[in-house]
């Protein structure tokens, strides 16, 4: 079945070490996002990328990396540089090609990041 | 600064009644309207969208509404059932750019047996 799949589910982490989350989806969607939800706030966009290679930062970038080798890949690295990473973590896709229809965002389920 | 803002944290309604989730935002360029339910430790799931050119999106017993002048639309479910109790964003976004979506705080239904 078609869509995104995010992995781990679970993360422990130290502090002072980075952590990359998976994001792969096989909708064949040209946008693929990370979003960061914490208690009581809307989720919170961190990185995004429209097509392979590029990938543009969001409103919360600082502290956080991503790559887009591949279309279908979106990994995001939480470095040792992000003061407070303990969060859920979301990643999205869409398609954005075939006109201007903005098409709906696909999430994927989440990745539950603690930093002890 | 918030653009997008769900005043409500929660809402608590009887199964069968309506539940009215409400939305403010603030950005007059935003042209598409999304609502999303999410439960708790998975991903959000699409719910129904509207496009500033209506006013009404129906969709089962799922319809929004939206009042471009007031910046504000609504999600009406009719009638309620416990399986809608969840978390509910809504989220805008300006067609054609699309970079952005923006997203509320939520809103916590819960539908009573």
């Known amino acids: 079945d078609g869509g995104i799949t995010q992995s781990p589910k679970y993360l422990f982490r130290k502090e002072g070490q980075n952590v990359t989350l998976s994001c792969e989806q096989n909708l064949n969607h040209d946008a693929m996002y990370w979003y960061r939800q914490d208690p009581g706030q809307g989720l919170r966009l961190i990185y995004y990328s429209h097509i392979v290679n590029d990938f543009q930062k969001g409103d919360i970038a600082e502290g956080y990396s991503v790559s887009r080798e591949k279309k279908e890949s979106f990994p995001l690295t939480v470095t040792s540089a992000q003061k407070n990473p303990t969060a859920f973590y979301l990643c999205a896709s869409r398609m954005i090609s075939g006109g201007p229809h903005t098409g709906e965002l696909f999430f994927g389920e989440g990745s539950r990041l603690t930093v002890l | 600064d918030q653009q997008v803002k769900q005043n409500s944290p929660s809402l608590s309604v009887q199964e069968g009644r309506i539940s009215i989730l409400n939305c403010d935002y603030t950005?007059?360029?935003?042209?598409?309207f999304l609502w999303y339910k999410k439960y708790p430790a998975e991903g959000p799931t699409f719910l129904i969208s509207i496009s500033s050119i209506k006013d009404k999106n129906e969709d089962g017993r799922f319809t929004v509404f939206l009042n471009k002048s007031a910046k504000h639309l609504s999600l009406h479910i009719v009638p309620s059932q416990p399986g809608d109790s969840a978390v509910y964003f809504c989220?805008?976004?300006?067609?054609?750019?699309?970079?952005?979506?923006?997203f509320g705080t939520g809103t916590s239904l819960t539908v009573i047996p």
């Open positions: 989220a805008a976004t300006i067609q054609n750019t699309g970079n952005q979506f923006y």
């Open positions: 950005n007059s360029m935003f042209d598409y």
